[in-house]
C-alpha cells in the first residue's frame, strides 16, 4: 500500500525521554507555502465554479466529438432519451405494477388534497395527470411520484385564500391558482436553470421537523370537519378555533353514522400501515387500503343510501379530462403581482419539503423539470404539483423501473377521469378525510424530534417554535418561525465563531482542545488559540475581543499559580480558510496591543488564501516572516527549544 | 522554558529512513476525546454567554464586597466617577487645549452639516452642546469627539425628505428630525442594554469604503451650490443631476467673486492639511485653518461688503441655547411609524461608519451612553449626533486626557451660541462649502480601495458597486447595494464552505493542501479531504456532493495512471466546529454510497461538540469507532501500515 508513500512517521512515537529535556530544534523547518498568484479573471472563474458547479454538471461533456455532444444534451434535458432506449418488457412488468400501485394510492388522495387548497376534487385529479407526463420525459429520478402533495396543498390554499375569498369568488380564485402555479413552475425554472436552487435551501432540518409535524396536525384537525359530519366549521386553521368549532357542534352537528363509517376505516387503514411497516414484504397492503376503502365505503352507501342519514358524500365530480385554462392565467394587474408573490413563496415550500431532496439527482436538473411541469400544468387546469414523500417511497417498492411509472399512474387517472368519476358521487367525505388523515400521519416524526432534542437543544427549541406556530396561530407565522430561526442560526454561525485553547497530547506534536482532551497540557509561557472560522467582517472584532478574553484569563490564572508570564500567542490557523480587509485589521490591532504587553504574536499554518492576503497586505511583513509556522509544535519548537 | 512541558517531538524529525520503509505502527494510538455530557441549562447558558457576553463584562464584579460592587456598577455606567477621582490641573491643561482645538473644528462644521440635513445651521450647533456634555459623564473612551457628522447627516438628510419636503413644510420636517433623533437614540440603547449590538455589524469593510467614498462625492458634489454660488440648484444628489445642473447654469448663475473667494480659502485648507500629514508635530495647523477661514474671510465680506456683488453669505443665525423640543416629538400618528424606521436606520449607518469601533471599548456600553445622549440630544433640540472620526484624531493628537476635552468643547460651543453668532452673518457660504469639501476628502480612502483590490477582487467588485451606487443613483440605493453585497457574502460562506485535498508534506506527519504545498504527496489508495466549515442544513447537501467531486476526480486520475484503486476516504474534521442533524444525515448519505462502492470512510480529529453529536445520533456506531482517529497521519498508519 504505502509504497509510493512518504513515511508517515513520529507523529504519535514515544519521545526518547518521557519528561523534562528540552526539545530537539529541527533542522529542516518547512515554510508556509505561499500559492501561486491567480489572475483576477482566473480567480473568479474559479470562485464562480465552486458556488454554482460545484458538481460539474458538464463533465460528460468534456473530449467528446460534436455530434456526441448533441446526444448527451438532449438527454440531459430529456433523460427519456437515455433509459428509453434500453427499454424492455422486463422494466415494463415492474413499472406497471408500481404505476397501478401509486395510482390506486393518488386517486383518493388527490381529491382530498384539492379540498385543501379550497379547490374542486377535479382539479386534484387534473394535477396528477399532465405533470406527471411531463415529468416522465424531463425528470431524472426513476422513483419519484408526482402530483400534488399534502403540506404544499394547504400552504396554497392558505395564500390564496388570504388574497381571494374561495367562496364568494371561486372563478377569481381559480384563476389566481393558475396563476401562482404558473410563476411557481417559471421560479422552478429559473432557478434550476441558473443554478440558483440552493438560495432557497435555507430551512434547517430541526425548523422542517416541527413545521411539518405541525401541519400534520394542522391538515388533520382540518378533516374533522369531514370526519364528524360537521356542517358549520370555522376557517381558521389553528388548533384552539378549530377544537372549539368542533366541541361547540358537538350536540347537534356530529352525525354518528359519518363518525362509525369514518372511524372504521381509518382503523383499517392504520391497521393496514402497520401491518406494511412489520413486514417489508406486504407494503402493497398499505397501498392498495385507501383505494379499497373508497370502493368498499362507496358501495356501503349507495346499498344503504346512508347519505339520507345525514352522511355527506362526494356528489358530483365532473367527467372529462383538463380543459384548457391558458387564458385563465392572470398576465397583468394586481393578481399578476400576488400571483408571483404566492407562486415563488409555493415553490420555495414546495422545495424544502420536496421528496428529491433525499434522491441523490442533480438538484437543478431537477427544478428545471419541475419548473416546465408546472408551467405546462398552469395551461391544463392544473394545480402545483411535486414529489410525493409517501408515493415515491411506495413506487420504490413497488418495484418501478424508470420514470414509465409515472405515465401508468397518469394514464390510470386519465381513464378515471374519462369513466369513472360518476362512481364517486356516493364515495362518503369521511372516507376521504380518513385517507388523509392517514396520509399525514408519517409527517409528524417523533423519532427525528426525539433526536434532535437529544443532538441539540437549540435546534430543537427552533423545532417546537415551528411546531406550535403552525398548530396554535397558523402556517404561515409557523414557517416565518421556522425561517426566522434558521436564518438566526446562520447569522451566529457567521457572527460568533468558536475558538479553543490547545495543548500538547502527551507524547505527541499533536495539539488538540484542552476541553476536549483533558490531558493535554499547555506549554508554560505560550497561549495556543484556535479560530473556528474564516476571519470576515461579520466576526473580525468578536474574534480579536474574544482572543484578548483568553489571553487575560490565562494570564490570571498564570499569576495565581507563580507561572512563567505568557511570551507567545499562537493563534493555530488551519481552521480560517478566509479572511478579509476588516480580518486583517483586526489581527493588526491584535499584534498591536500585543505589543505593547511584550507578547509575540505568532501563526500557525495560514491556508492559501490567507498567507496570501497576509503577504499582499503587508500584515505579514509587519508581523515578521519568521513568525509564521507549518504547524503550532513548530512555532512551539522554535520558541522554547 | 519548556521545563514543565511535554516534549514536542517528532513532527519535523526526518525519518528514519527516507523512503520506501513501511511505517511502523504506533504501539499507543490515542482516542479521541467525548467531552463529559452537559446538560441542557449549562449548554444554553454556554451558548448565550459566548454569544452576548463575550467580553466577560461582569469580570470585574466577581468576589467583590457588595458595596464595592454598587461603586463599580456606577463607574461602570457613569465613567466619570472613575477617572474623575484622579483628574488634576495637568490633565486639565491637555484636556483644555484638546477641547479649544476640537470647537474650533466642529463650529463652522457643524453649521455645514446641518445644511446636509436640511436643516438651519443653528441645529448642528445645538448638537455640539448637549450630546458631549451627556457622552463625557457615560461614554468610556476619552479620544471621541462627540457632535454630527457629514455622512449621517446627508443620510438622515436624504430619509426625512423622501418623507416631508423641507421647503413646504418646515416644521412638520423639524419635527420628524427630532422623532428620528430620539428613536435612534432609543434604538442604540436597546441594542447597547441587550448586547445586541452586533447584530446591525453587517456591512463588509469592502462596503464601506466603497459606500464612504461614494458619499463623499456626493456630499462634496452637494457643496458645488455654495461653492460656485449657484442660485438654482437640483435636488437630486446624483452625479448627472448635479453636474448637469452645473452647467446649465455656467452662464448666468456663477459668481466670480465667489469662487475666488471658495477656491483660494480651499486652497489653504487642503495645503494646512497636507503640512499637517507630512508634520505630525503640526497637527494643530489642519485643526485651526477652518476657523481661522472663517474669521478672515467673514472679515474680509465685512469690509469689501462683497455680499452686494452676490457673494451669499450665512445672513441669520439665532443667538441662544438649545430649547426645549420634547413636545416637538411625534408618539402617535404616521409619523411616529416614519420616524422609528429613519431612526433605525440612521443608527444602523450611524453605528457602521462610527469612530468607535477602532476603538477597543466596550462597543455595547459605549451603545447606551450614545443612546442616552441621543435621547437627551432629541428633547433639547439636536439631531442624531455620533464620533466624528476626523475630530476624535484631532482630540487625541491635541493630547486629551479625558473626557472634559469634550466638555471644553461643548463650553466653547455654548459660549458661541450665546454671543458669536451674530458674528456668523457676514460670513460666506463657499467657506462652509470649502471646510465640508475639505473634511470629506479624507472619505476618498484610495489607499484602502487599492489595498481591497489587491487583497480579494470579489470585495473590489462589491467596493465599486456601492460607490458607484451612490454616486449615479442615490445614497439610499448604494446602500442597498453595500448591503445585500455583504449579505450575498455571508451567505456565500455559509452555503459554499471551502475543501481541500490534503497529501503528506515529506519527511513529516503533517498534511497540508496540496494546493498550497505542492511537494505534499497522497498516500496511494487514500484520499484526504479537509472541510473547512461546520456542516449545517445550509451547506451540508453541498459538502457531500463536493466531497463525492474530489472522490471522482481522484478516481479518474487513479485509473488513468493505473495507480491502486482509492479504498480509503479520510474527512480530516478539525475546522468542523459543529454539525446539525442535516449535516449527520449528509454523512449517512456519504457513507453509505461510499460503502457500495468498497471505500471505507474515516474521519481524522472531530471535535468534541461533533463527537458527541456523532455519537448520541448513533453514527458513530455506524462508522465503526475503529474509523474514527485523531490525526490524519493516525489512520494513514493504521490502514496502510
Redesign the interface.
Known amino acids: 500500500?504505502?509504497?509510493?508513500?512518504?513515511?508517515?512517521?513520529?507523529?504519535?512515537?514515544?519521545?526518547?525521554?518521557?519528561?523534562?529535556?528540552?526539545?530537539?530544534s529541527?533542522?529542516?523547518?518547512?515554510k508556509v507555502?505561499?500559492?501561486p498568484k491567480q489572475n483576477?479573471f482566473h480567480?473568479?472563474m474559479y470562485?464562480f465554479k465552486?458556488?454554482f458547479f460545484?458538481?460539474?454538471p458538464l463533465?460528460h461533456f468534456k473530449d467528446q466529438p460534436k455530434s456526441k455532444q448533441f446526444m448527451l444534451g438532449l438527454q440531459s434535458v430529456f433523460p427519456v432519451f437515455d433509459w428509453g432506449r434500453s427499454y424492455n418488457l422486463k422494466k415494463f412488468r415492474g413499472d406497471l405494477i408500481a404505476g397501478l400501485t401509486i395510482a390506486s394510492l393518488c386517486i383518493p388522495q388527490d381529491i382530498g388534497y384539492a379540498k385543501l387548497a379550497n379547490l374542486d376534487p377535479k382539479y386534484g385529479l387534473y394535477s396528477s395527470f399532465v405533470p406527471p407526463l411531463v415529468y416522465a420525459c424531463m425528470g431524472s429520478s426513476r422513483d419519484i411520484a408526482i402530483g400534488p402533495v399534502a403540506v404544499v396543498s394547504l400552504l396554497l390554499g392558505t395564500l390564496l385564500r388570504a388574497e381571494i375569498d374561495p367562496n364568494t369568488n371561486p372563478d377569481e380564485y381559480l384563476r389566481l391558482a393558475f396563476t401562482a402555479t404558473f410563476f411557481a413552475g417559471v421560479t422552478e425554472a429559473a432557478l434550476g436553470f441558473f443554478r440558483l436552487g440552493?438560495?432557497i435551501?435555507?430551512?434547517?432540518?430541526?425548523a422542517v421537523v416541527g413545521f411539518m409535524g405541525g401541519a400534520a396536525i394542522t391538515i388533520a384537525l382540518q378533516q374533522l370537519k369531514g370526519f364528524l359530519g360537521i356542517k358549520q366549521f370555522t376557517k381558521k386553521t389553528d388548533i384552539i378555533a378549530v377544537l372549539d368549532s368542533v366541541f361547540s357542534s358537538a350536540r347537534h352537528g356530529w352525525n354518528w353514522q359519518t363518525i362509525l363509517i369514518g372511524a372504521s376505516f381509518l382503523t383499517f387503514l392504520l391497521t393496514s400501515k402497520l401491518i406494511g411497516k412489520k413486514n417489508k414484504k406486504l407494503f402493497w397492503i398499505p397501498a392498495v387500503a385507501p383505494l379499497i376503502s373508497v370502493i368498499i365505503s362507496t358501495f356501503f352507501v349507495y346499498i344503504t343510501r346512508a347519505d339520507k342519514q345525514g352522511v355527506q358524500i362526494v356528489k358530483h365530480l365532473d367527467k372529462g379530462i383538463n380543459p384548457s385554462s391558458f387564458d385563465q392565467i392572470y398576465f397583468s394587474g394586481d393578481n399578476l403581482a400576488k400571483g408571483i408573490r404566492i407562486g415563488v413563496e409555493a415553490v420555495a415550500i414546495g422545495r424544502t419539503f420536496a421528496a428529491m431532496?433525499d434522491y441523490?439527482i442533480d438538484?437543478n436538473k431537477e427544478m428545471v423539470a419541475l419548473g416546465v411541469m408546472n408551467v405546462v400544468g398552469s395551461m391544463s387546469s392544473c394545480y402545483v404539483a411535486t414529489g410525493s414523500f409517501s408515493r415515491s417511497a411506495v413506487n420504490f417498492m413497488a418495484g418501478c423501473q424508470t420514470a414509465v411509472s409515472n405515465i401508468i399512474m397518469s394514464i390510470v387517472v386519465l381513464l378515471t377521469l374519462l369513466f369513472l368519476t360518476p362512481l364517486f358521487k356516493y364515495t362518503p367525505n369521511a372516507i376521504l378525510a380518513a385517507i388523509i388523515i392517514n396520509a399525514v400521519v408519517p409527517l409528524i416524526d417523533i423519532q427525528?424530534a426525539i433526536?434532535?432534542f437529544?443532538?441539540?437543544?437549540?435546534?430543537f427549541i427552533a423545532c417546537m417554535g415551528a411546531f406550535f406556530g403552525v398548530i396554535f396561530v397558523s402556517v404561515e407565522i409557523g414557517l416565518l418561525i421556522a425561517v426566522s430561526i434558521?436564518f438566526a442560526?446562520?447569522?451566529?454561525?457567521?457572527?460568533?465563531?468558536?475558538t479553543?485553547v490547545l495543548g500538547?497530547?502527551?507524547?505527541?506534536?499533536?495539539y488538540?482542545?484542552i476541553?476536549?482532551?483533558?490531558e493535554a497540557?499547555m506549554?508554560?509561557?505560550v497561549l495556543t488559540i484556535r479560530v473556528?472560522?474564516?476571519i470576515?467582517?461579520?466576526n473580525s472584532?468578536?474574534v480579536r475581543?474574544?482572543i484578548q478574553?483568553w489571553l487575560?484569563e490565562e494570564e490570571e490564572k498564570v499569576k495565581a499559580a507563580s507561572?512563567?508570564r505568557i511570551q507567545f500567542l499562537i493563534i493555530e490557523m488551519?481552521?480560517v480558510?478566509?479572511i478579509?480587509?476588516?480580518g486583517?485589521?483586526a489581527l493588526e490591532?491584535l499584534y498591536k496591543?500585543l505589543q505593547k504587553r511584550d507578547i509575540q504574536l505568532v501563526l500557525a499554518?495560514p491556508?492559501?488564501l490567507v498567507?496570501g492576503?497576509l503577504h499582499?497586505?503587508h500584515f505579514a511583513d509587519m508581523l515578521g516572516h519568521d513568525n509564521i509556522f507549518?504547524?503550532v509544535?513548530?512555532s512551539?519548537?522554535s520558541?522554547?527549544?
Open positions: 500500500m504505502a509504497s509510493r508513500a512518504h513515511p508517515v512517521d513520529g507523529d504519535l512515537s514515544p519521545a526518547t525521554d518521557g519528561g523534562d529535556l528540552p526539545i530537539k529541527s533542522p529542516h523547518r518547512h507555502g505561499i500559492p483576477m480567480d473568479f470562485t465552486e458556488t460545484h458538481d460539474d463533465r440552493f438560495l435551501d435555507f430551512l434547517s432540518h430541526a431532496k441523490q438538484g427525528a433526536l434532535i437529544k443532538v441539540d437543544k437549540l435546534d434558521s442560526k446562520i447569522l451566529l454561525q457567521v457572527t460568533r465563531p468558536r479553543a500538547n497530547i502527551p507524547r505527541t506534536s499533536v488538540r482542545n476541553q476536549q482532551y483533558p497540557t506549554v508554560p509561557g473556528d472560522s474564516a470576515y467582517f461579520s472584532n468578536y475581543e474574544r478574553r487575560l507561572l512563567p488551519s481552521p480558510t478566509d478579509d480587509t476588516s486583517i485589521h490591532d496591543s499554518n491556508g492559501p498567507i492576503k499582499l497586505s507549518l504547524t509544535a513548530d512551539v519548537e520558541y522554547c527549544p
